[in-house]
Protein backbone atom coordinates (compact mmCIF):
# COMPACT_ATOMS: atom_id res chain seq x y z
CA UNK A 1 0.00 0.00 0.00
CA UNK A 2 2.86 2.40 0.30
CA UNK A 3 3.92 1.82 -2.85
CA UNK A 4 0.80 2.61 -4.45
CA UNK A 5 1.12 6.68 -3.10
CA UNK A 6 3.88 7.91 -4.73
CA UNK A 7 3.80 5.51 -7.89
CA UNK A 8 0.19 7.19 -8.15
CA UNK A 9 1.58 10.70 -7.79
CA UNK A 10 4.19 10.47 -10.08
CA UNK A 11 1.35 9.09 -12.70
CA UNK A 12 0.96 12.25 -15.05
CA UNK A 13 -2.94 11.66 -15.70
CA UNK A 14 -3.02 11.72 -11.75
CA UNK A 15 -1.21 14.84 -11.12
CA UNK A 16 -3.52 16.91 -14.24
CA UNK A 17 -6.26 15.58 -12.43
CA UNK A 18 -5.03 17.09 -9.24
CA UNK A 19 -4.30 20.30 -11.04
CA UNK A 20 -7.96 20.31 -12.82
CA UNK A 21 -9.67 19.90 -9.62
CA UNK A 22 -7.54 22.75 -7.84
CA UNK A 23 -8.06 25.27 -10.82
CA UNK A 24 -11.70 24.36 -10.42
CA UNK A 25 -12.57 24.75 -7.08
CA UNK A 26 -10.10 27.80 -6.87
CA UNK A 27 -12.35 29.46 -9.88
CA UNK A 28 -15.31 28.33 -7.52
CA UNK A 29 -14.37 29.84 -4.29
CA UNK A 30 -12.78 33.10 -5.80
CA UNK A 31 -15.88 34.10 -8.04
CA UNK A 32 -18.09 33.06 -4.85
CA UNK A 33 -15.73 35.18 -2.67
CA UNK A 34 -15.31 38.42 -4.90
CA UNK A 35 -19.20 38.26 -6.02
CA UNK A 36 -20.37 38.19 -2.12
CA UNK A 37 -17.58 41.13 -1.88
CA UNK A 38 -19.50 43.36 -4.32
CA UNK A 39 -17.72 42.49 -7.05
CA UNK A 40 -20.00 42.18 -10.27
CA UNK A 41 -20.58 38.66 -11.25
CA UNK A 42 -19.51 39.30 -14.58
CA UNK A 43 -16.14 40.95 -12.89
CA UNK A 44 -15.61 38.12 -10.31
CA UNK A 45 -15.52 35.42 -12.72
CA UNK A 46 -13.30 36.75 -15.27
CA UNK A 47 -11.30 37.74 -12.25
CA UNK A 48 -11.47 34.64 -10.96
CA UNK A 49 -10.68 32.59 -14.51
CA UNK A 50 -7.80 34.60 -15.19
CA UNK A 51 -6.22 33.66 -11.95
CA UNK A 52 -7.71 29.52 -11.97
CA UNK A 53 -6.20 30.06 -15.34
CA UNK A 54 -2.36 31.47 -14.39
CA UNK A 55 -1.58 29.07 -11.22
CA UNK A 56 -3.43 25.70 -13.31
CA UNK A 57 -1.03 26.52 -16.58
CA UNK A 58 2.12 26.88 -13.94
CA UNK A 59 0.99 23.81 -11.79
CA UNK A 60 0.63 22.04 -15.36
CA UNK A 61 3.37 23.23 -16.87
CA UNK A 62 5.68 23.03 -14.02
CA UNK A 63 4.62 19.43 -11.84
CA UNK A 64 2.19 17.74 -14.41
CA UNK A 65 4.70 18.21 -17.39
CA UNK A 66 7.97 18.30 -15.44
CA UNK A 67 8.78 22.22 -16.38
CA UNK A 68 10.53 20.84 -19.92
CA UNK A 69 8.79 23.05 -22.22
CA UNK A 70 9.64 26.79 -23.44
CA UNK A 71 7.11 28.92 -22.14
CA UNK A 72 7.00 30.81 -25.29
CA UNK A 73 5.63 28.28 -26.88
CA UNK A 74 4.05 26.53 -24.42
CA UNK A 75 2.02 29.54 -22.89
CA UNK A 76 0.11 30.97 -26.40
CA UNK A 77 -0.62 26.82 -26.88
CA UNK A 78 -2.30 26.48 -23.31
CA UNK A 79 -4.08 29.08 -23.91
CA UNK A 80 -5.14 28.20 -27.36
CA UNK A 81 -6.64 24.61 -26.15
CA UNK A 82 -8.35 26.11 -22.96
CA UNK A 83 -10.08 28.92 -24.98
CA UNK A 84 -11.28 26.09 -27.33
CA UNK A 85 -12.07 23.67 -24.42
CA UNK A 86 -13.95 26.51 -22.59
CA UNK A 87 -16.14 27.15 -25.95
CA UNK A 88 -16.39 23.33 -27.23
CA UNK A 89 -18.17 23.18 -23.07
CA UNK A 90 -20.23 25.61 -23.87
CA UNK A 91 -21.61 23.47 -27.36
CA UNK A 92 -21.68 20.60 -25.61
CA UNK A 93 -23.58 21.98 -23.02
CA UNK A 94 -25.83 23.58 -24.60
CA UNK A 95 -26.87 19.87 -26.83
CA UNK A 96 -26.83 18.22 -23.74
CA UNK A 97 -29.74 20.05 -22.56
CA UNK A 98 -31.46 21.50 -25.18
CA UNK A 99 -31.09 18.56 -27.91
CA UNK A 100 -30.84 15.13 -25.78
CA UNK A 101 -32.80 16.56 -22.77
CA UNK A 102 -29.87 15.91 -19.94
CA UNK A 103 -30.47 17.91 -16.41
CA UNK A 104 -27.89 20.51 -15.56
CA UNK A 105 -25.73 17.90 -13.22
CA UNK A 106 -25.59 15.52 -16.87
CA UNK A 107 -24.97 18.04 -18.87
CA UNK A 108 -21.90 19.02 -16.45
CA UNK A 109 -21.12 15.92 -16.11
CA UNK A 110 -20.39 15.00 -19.85
CA UNK A 111 -19.22 18.86 -20.67
CA UNK A 112 -16.63 18.19 -17.49
CA UNK A 113 -15.57 14.47 -18.63
CA UNK A 114 -15.70 15.69 -22.53
CA UNK A 115 -13.20 18.72 -21.97
CA UNK A 116 -11.54 17.22 -19.50
CA UNK A 117 -10.14 14.42 -21.90
CA UNK A 118 -9.44 17.08 -24.71
CA UNK A 119 -7.58 19.02 -22.38
CA UNK A 120 -5.24 16.29 -21.08
CA UNK A 121 -4.89 14.83 -24.84
CA UNK A 122 -4.06 17.81 -26.60
CA UNK A 123 -2.05 19.00 -23.55
CA UNK A 124 0.11 15.98 -23.90
CA UNK A 125 0.48 15.88 -27.42
CA UNK A 126 0.59 19.51 -28.41
CA UNK A 127 0.96 21.82 -25.51
CA UNK A 128 3.32 19.96 -23.49
CA UNK A 129 4.79 17.32 -26.13
CA UNK A 130 7.17 14.85 -24.72
CA UNK A 131 10.49 15.65 -25.36
CA UNK A 132 12.72 12.62 -25.69
CA UNK A 133 15.22 12.03 -23.28
CA UNK A 134 16.95 14.21 -20.66
CA UNK A 135 15.42 17.84 -20.56
CA UNK A 136 15.46 18.86 -24.45
CA UNK A 137 14.05 22.29 -25.34
CA UNK A 138 13.68 22.96 -21.45
CA UNK A 139 14.23 27.22 -21.30
CA UNK A 140 13.10 29.42 -18.84
Do not use: N
Request: proline share 4%; hydrophobic share 55%.
Amino acid sequence: MTDVLPALVQARPFRFMVVGIGAAGLFFALSWLLVSLGVSPFAGSAIAYATAFVIAYRAQRGWTFGAEHDHKVAFPRYLTLQAGCAAFAGLVSQLAVTHFGLSPVAMSALATGVTSTISYVVSRLWVFPARGHGKLGKTV
